[in-house]
């Protein structure tokens, strides 16, 4: 059974750091297409960091910079390394297998307060 499932959340100050953990089972993730999304209340879900099974990382500029994408192969973990974390940043965070239908996790609230 393919799942995923996300911990590291929390309540972080403006400028802190968190880093997240997505444990996989049920598949190879480094064979595939990983990535980590958000959405905030009221807000589209957005992607933030994708990494390709090659290495390869990708993300976008609201978020270059100061998040990083990264694998742990040997225990079949993804990781999100956030940064001079923003309130915007207060969101709901998931891990997701892009590759064919796409495969959430439950999903990791992070709230970005002074």
């Known amino acids: 059974q393919v799942q995923l499932v996300e911990s590291g959340g929390g309540v972080v100050q403006p400028g802190g750091s968190l880093r997240l953990s997505c444990a996989a089972s049920g598949f190879v993730l480094s064979n595939t297409i990983m990535g980590w999304y958000r959405q905030a209340p009221g807000k589209e879900r957005e992607l933030v960091a994708t990494?390709?099974?090659?290495?390869?990382?990708y993300y976008p500029d609201t978020v270059k910079g100061r998040f990083t994408i990264s694998r742990d192969n040997d225990n079949n973990t993804l990781f999100l390394q956030m940064n001079d974390l923003v309130p915007k940043g207060t969101a709901m965070y998931y891990c997701a297998r892009r590759t064919g239908v796409i495969v959430w996790g439950q999903g990791t609230q992070i709230t970005v307060s002074s």
């Open positions: 990494i390709i099974s090659g290495g390869a990382t």
